[in-house]
Each structure stands twice: as structure tokens, then as C-alpha cells.
């Protein structure tokens, strides 16, 4: 099983940016992604990276403000986040996992690693 550490979360007025860090204990999966889950909302897929071809995806919600992209010799994923609003804030998530292109591309993480999170607030 993987081990995900993340990190970077923090206060951050609107209009800011924050950058997360996922460190992976093992840089094996080939499907990184981050998730967030705001009190009493459902988890959210917010951006996922395929790492053999670099392709990545995003929710409607944060394309143009957040990238996600890997460092292979740290076996670390961000997540920058520009741009942050209000409707941002939650407990943000990095997911690994073995996963097909397509399953990849939909978040769908059925036996994925998950780390412990770090909490996003952002005030206007």
C-alpha cells in the first residue's frame, strides 16, 4: 500500500494561491489525483494526472486556476492553486492508484491509497 503524505494547506485570503505536495511513500501508481470534500457536500474530484503521458483533467470548477503536475524524483504531486474563491475551502486529498487512462480521467479510485488530508481556507 502506498503511503500519502500531504501538505501545503493553509489560510489564504481570495484572490491568493497555495500550493499542496502529495509525497508517496512508493512512486509506483500510475494515476495521481486530488479530491476535496467541503462539510456536508460529497467529495469532489478536483484535478487528476495520468503520469505515463502527463495528461491531466480538472473539474469545471477550478480549470484555469489550479495545475496539477509531479516531480518523479521526489515522488511528490502538487496541486497550485490560483485564483482561490470562496466556494473553495475544504479538505483536499491525494489519491493514488493503478488505474486504467479512462479510469483515471473519471477519479474513479476503487482500491487507491488516500492520504490524511490538508485543510484549505480561504477568506474574502
Known amino acids: 500500500q502506498v503511503q500519502l503524505v500531504e501538505s501545503g494547506g493553509g489560510s489564504v485570503q481570495a484572490g491568493g494561491s497555495l500550493r499542496l505536495s502529495c509525497a508517496a511513500s512508493v512512486y509506483s501508481s500510475n494515476c495521481l489525483g486530488w479530491f476535496r470534500q467541503a462539510p456536508g457536500k460529497e467529495r469532489e474530484g478536483v484535478a487528476r494526472i495520468y503520469r505515463t503521458t502527463g495528461s491531466t483533467v480538472y473539474a469545471d470548477s477550478v480549470k484555469g486556476r489550479f495545475t496539477i503536475y509531479q516531480d518523479n524524483a521526489k515522488n511528490t504531486v502538487y496541486l497550485q492553486m490560483n485564483s482561490l474563491k470562496p466556494d473553495d475551502p475544504a479538505m483536499y486529498y491525494c489519491?493514488?492508484?493503478?488505474?486504467?487512462?479512462?479510469?483515471?480521467?473519471?477519479?474513479?479510485?476503487?482500491?487507491?491509497?488516500w492520504g490524511q488530508g490538508t485543510q484549505v481556507t480561504v477568506s474574502s
Open positions: 489519491a493514488a492508484g493503478a488505474l486504467s487512462p479512462s479510469d483515471c480521467s473519471d477519479g474513479y479510485f476503487p482500491n487507491g491509497s
